[in-house]
């Protein structure tokens, strides 16, 4: 950019944001410029009272701008269910559903030995300690259907049955919506072992 | 976003930017809660500062911080040369070529009858204002190859020419690299008739 060090600091601090390339940041930059001068401090008031508001939910690791998060807060949740999950953004997909009515859980990760995240670095003690005080009659581990995300549910799974509660994990199986020509072959195989009477 | 309303205010704003969708939101957003304080406060503190700091240029239009843009003050470049451009964003891509180093004139836009843009609402008076005070030895007038472009190159040639100034525009053809077989029949009748000797 040319005429204004300001307009390159600016540039600078957007192509840092993900997903963000130079042209990217240029359009977002000269919106800036454009846009009037209210319009664009909302921008950074909106920055600056996020890093500033938001901290972990001390029950559920989720984010939380109270004492607790909005979900632990809230008298409407069935506090028998929690679901586990590995980070706050996994929180919203559920959520969209309405399927799922009660607490969450947030690991902050899932087990990974090659990046060195054992159960030590994961929220694993603060939810065995819910288990225990809380009174839970079912627990759904929404880790990822990936590797990470099975090997933590199968561990957190071994350490939890032998309380008594059941524990239970979302199906693997066909899109809703998708084709059977494009599945590939460890969900189509993972839909047929799950399958279910009509 | 669930558990905090700050979140979701980020996400709003950020979903205002341009090219930015709910998913590209999320990711940026989440960057953010993810990123330290200081580094996340830069970009706040970016946006505020060209909100505060940057303004048009009164001798060119461009962008500016200090009295003049950093092209107008800088004693290196060439007086004599002046390029009109329409916007300010036009002015890196020529900077990026390091083939012009005269100064710049952003006219505000091109004109455009259907939207309502006339002579008036361009600055074009300035301009002439600036052929008159100033020694200017060739203008390039460098607005789009669009319509509107065009009209406005054509109109300020007509209004320039009888000051005696030379006036240019960078050439039509073919992008180098590009291939015969791709170009449009509009640019490549334009590289044709712009033909040189070998």
């Not at 957007?14 to 209210?38: C, F, H, M, T, V």
């Not at 920055?47 to 001390?58: L, M």
């Not at 909005?70 to 506090?79: Q, T």
Request: hydrophobic share 40%; glycine share 10%.
């Amino acid at each position: 950019m040319y005429g204004a060090a300001s307009i390159q600091a600016l540039l600078d601090e957007l192509e840092r944001l993900p997903g963000i390339g130079p042209k990217s940041a240029q359009r977002i930059a000269y919106w800036i410029l454009n846009a009037d001068k209210a319009s664009a401090l909302r921008l950074a008031d909106a920055i600056a009272q996020v890093k500033s508001a938001v901290h972990f939910c001390p029950q559920c690791f989720n984010y939380a701008e109270g004492d607790l998060c909005d979900i632990c807060a809230s008298p409407k949740r069935d506090r028998g269910m929690l679901c586990v999950v590995s980070e706050p953004r996994d929180i919203a997909p559920i959520e969209r559903t309405a399927v799922f009515g009660g607490l969450y859980h947030v690991l902050g990760g899932a087990l990974s030995p090659m990046e060195g995240i054992g159960p030590d670095e994961l929220h694993i003690r603060e939810l065995m300690g819910r288990l225990a005080s809380e009174d839970v009659r079912e627990v759904v581990i929404a880790t990822n259907p990936n590797i990470e995300g099975e090997t933590t549910a199968a561990y957190l799974a071994r350490l939890i049955k032998p309380l008594g509660i059941p524990v239970t994990r979302p199906a693997s199986g066909l899109p809703v919506g998708g084709d059977l020509e494009f599945a590939d072959e460890v969900t189509l195989g993972r839909a047929l072992e799950g399958r279910r009477p009509l």
